[in-house]
């Protein structure tokens, strides 16, 4: 929308906006491009008989401090703020995603908690109902996007939950070894299931086209991969070689 192309890009294309359900972020590199973008967007909302909620609308302005630089839509000016939650992921102003599933074991303890609940309430006693509820409910809460963070040490702190549930269920102690709870349920670590999802998204970023945005963010790995930079393509490589 704007006239300089200043949006940053991903191989060679450049990303001005992303789409997702009625959600939109606007991605500009240079903060005069943002103001752009915006006043573009207010213009085809007028055009088009939509309307965008200011309040829930928030600025994020990576590696750069600026506490005086203001956007503004529809003349109210835009929260700025240093964090922000976009599909259960937790962005922050520094390019660091080390701490973007820092709420996920919270999250998992309290889908546990409210798991253990009802099925006390329902009086659930079938071993079998009970891991499948934990599989649907509080697994995919805890391994949520665990195809790009599975190499963190943030995991540890997931299997902790893991391991208590399971060691809840069977009614054993809390020093128990592992290797016994896995035996007697014939299942395997939480490790195992989040690698196993990062390799099945492994298989398909490295067999779609290059012409795909995924295909893009796969060139941009490799190219930070040979650079010798910390990025999720070094450490698949480092799990599969």
């Given at each position: 929308?704007?006239?300089?192309?200043?949006?940053p890009?991903?191989?060679d294309?450049?990303?001005w906006?992303?789409?997702?359900?009625?959600?939109?972020?606007?991605?500009?590199?240079?903060?005069?491009?943002?103001?752009?973008?915006?006043?573009?967007?207010q213009?085809?909302?007028?055009?088009?008989?939509?309307?965008?909620?200011?309040?829930?609308?928030?600025?994020?302005?990576?590696?750069?401090?600026?506490?005086?630089?203001?956007?503004?839509?529809?003349?109210?000016i835009?929260?700025?703020?240093?964090?922000?939650?976009?599909l259960?992921?937790?962005?922050?102003?520094?390019?660091?995603?080390?701490?973007?599933?820092?709420?996920?074991p919270?999250?998992?303890?309290r889908s546990?908690?409210?798991?253990?609940?009802?099925?006390?309430e329902?009086?659930?006693?079938?071993?079998?109902?009970h891991?499948d509820?934990?599989n649907?409910?509080?697994?995919?809460?805890a391994s949520?996007?665990?195809?790009?963070?599975?190499?963190?040490k943030?995991?540890?702190?997931?299997?902790?939950v893991?391991?208590?549930?399971?060691?809840?269920?069977?009614?054993?102690?809390?020093?128990t070894?592992?290797?016994?709870?896995?035996?007697?349920?014939?299942?395997?670590?939480?490790?195992?299931?989040?690698?196993?999802?990062?390799l099945?998204?492994y298989?398909?970023?490295?067999?779609?086209?290059?012409y795909?945005?995924?295909?893009k963010?796969?060139?941009?790995?490799?190219?930070?991969?040979?650079?010798?930079?910390?990025?999720?393509?070094?450490?698949m490589?480092?799990?599969?070689?």
């Amino acid at each position: 929308m704007a006239e300089k192309c200043d949006a940053p890009t991903l191989s060679d294309v450049h990303v001005w906006l992303m789409f997702f359900a009625d959600d939109l972020v606007l991605t500009l590199e240079l903060k005069v491009g943002l103001q752009q973008q915006l006043d573009a967007l207010q213009q085809l909302c007028v055009e088009r008989g939509l309307t965008v909620n200011v309040k829930k609308t928030k600025v994020m302005v990576f590696n750069f401090v600026d506490p005086c630089q203001e956007f503004v839509f529809e003349g109210d000016i835009i929260e700025r703020v240093q964090t922000f939650k976009y599909l259960g992921i937790l962005f922050e102003t520094t390019p660091n995603l080390d701490n973007a599933m820092e709420h996920l074991p919270a999250a998992s303890r309290r889908s546990l908690f409210a798991l253990n609940h009802h099925c006390a309430e329902l009086r659930i006693m079938d071993v079998k109902l009970h891991c499948d509820l934990f599989n649907t409910l509080v697994r995919s809460t805890a391994s949520y996007a665990c195809e790009v963070w599975v190499d963190s040490k943030k995991i540890e702190v997931i299997k902790v939950v893991y391991r208590g549930f399971l060691k809840s269920l069977l009614g054993v102690q809390k020093t128990t070894k592992m290797s016994i709870v896995l035996a007697e349920f014939c299942k395997l670590p939480f490790e195992h299931f989040a690698w196993g999802q990062a390799l099945l998204y492994y298989n398909r970023v490295s067999t779609i086209t290059k012409y795909h945005i995924l295909g893009k963010a796969r060139e941009a790995q490799l190219v930070m991969l040979v650079a010798g930079k910390k990025c999720w393509a070094r450490s698949m490589k480092k799990w599969l070689f």
